[in-house]
C-alpha cells in the first residue's frame, strides 16, 4: 500500500518538553514538507526538502527542526522553543510532476 | 513572495445550485495552482490543476492570469461535495503555499 504514514496520530507533550513527529514515504518522491494546520489559518509550511540531506525552512520554521538522512523519512521536532505548539501537522511529499500527497496528519496536544 | 487567498471561510449553498469558490494569488514567476480538497475524516487529496485543463467530479476552475484568479466552479452541488476545499500555488522551487481554507456546505 504506497503513501504517506505518519505516527502517531494523536501525541501529548508536556511544556518543556521536545517531541518528534514521524513522515515516512514509499513513493520514492524527492521533495518533503512539513506544514502546521490551524482553524482559520489553512496550511502554513514549516519546512521541507528537494532532496536527501538538504532541507529549508518555510515560513515559520522557528520552534522546529528537521532532519532527511533517508529519501523515504522526513522526522520532524517540535522543541521547547516553540511558543504554541498545539496544531494538526501534516506531512506530504511530491515528485516534480507537481501534485502533493499528504499523511493523515497528527495531532499534538500541550499538556 | 507568493500569497494564496481564499476570502470565504464558509460557503452553504442548496443542492442543485451552482457554487464558485474564489481563490486570488499573488506571485511574481509563473504559478502552477491547484485545489485540493479534504472530506470528512480523509486526508487533504487533489481536486484539479490547472494545466490538466480538466474536469474533476463536475468542478472546473480557470487561471485567470490578469485578475491572478483560479475560482473552483461546480453548475449544480451535490451533497457528497461538502468538504474543505484548500487553493494552493506550486512556485518554480516546488514549493507548495496555501490558501486559509473554504468549508463548503451543500444543504439537502
Known amino acids: 500500500d504506497g503513501g504517506i504514514t505518519q505516527s502517531p496520530k494523536y501525541l501529548f507533550r508536556k511544556e518543556g518538553q521536545n517531541v518528534t513527529l514521524s513522515c515516512e514515504q514509499n513513493l520514492n518522491h524527492d521533495a518533503m514538507y512539513w506544514y502546521r494546520q490551524d482553524p482559520g489559518q489553512g496550511l502554513r509550511l514549516i519546512y521541507y526538502?528537494?532532496?536527501?540531506?538538504?532541507?529549508q525552512k518555510g515560513d515559520i520554521a522557528e520552534g522546529y527542526s528537521v532532519s532527511r538522512e533517508k529519501k523515504e523519512s522526513f522526522p520532524l521536532t517540535v522543541t521547547s522553543a516553540q511558543k504554541n505548539p498545539t496544531a494538526f501537522y501534516l506531512c506530504a511529499s511530491s515528485d516534480y510532476s507537481g501534485e502533493a500527497f499528504f499523511g493523515q496528519g497528527t495531532r499534538l496536544t500541550v499538556v | 513572495a507568493q500569497r494564496v487567498t481564499q476570502p470565504e471561510k464558509l460557503l452553504s449553498v442548496f443542492k442543485g445550485a451552482p457554487v464558485e469558490l474564489k481563490c486570488n494569488y499573488s506571485?511574481?514567476?509563473?504559478?502552477?495552482l491547484f485545489w485540493y480538497v479534504q472530506y470528512s475524516r480523509q486526508r487533504l487529496q487533489l481536486l484539479l490543476r490547472h494545466i490538466s485543463r480538466e474536469s474533476i467530479k463536475g468542478f472546473t476552475a480557470d487561471l485567470n492570469k490578469g485578475e491572478t484568479s483560479f475560482h473552483l466552479k461546480k453548475p449544480f452541488a451535490q451533497e457528497e461535495d461538502s468538504a474543505m476545499y484548500y487553493c494552493a500555488l506550486r512556485n518554480t522551487g516546488n514549493q507548495f503555499y496555501f490558501g486559509t481554507g473554504t468549508s463548503l456546505t451543500v444543504i439537502p
Open positions: 526538502s528537494q532532496i536527501v540531506n538538504d532541507f
Open positions: 506571485y511574481s514567476g509563473s504559478p502552477e
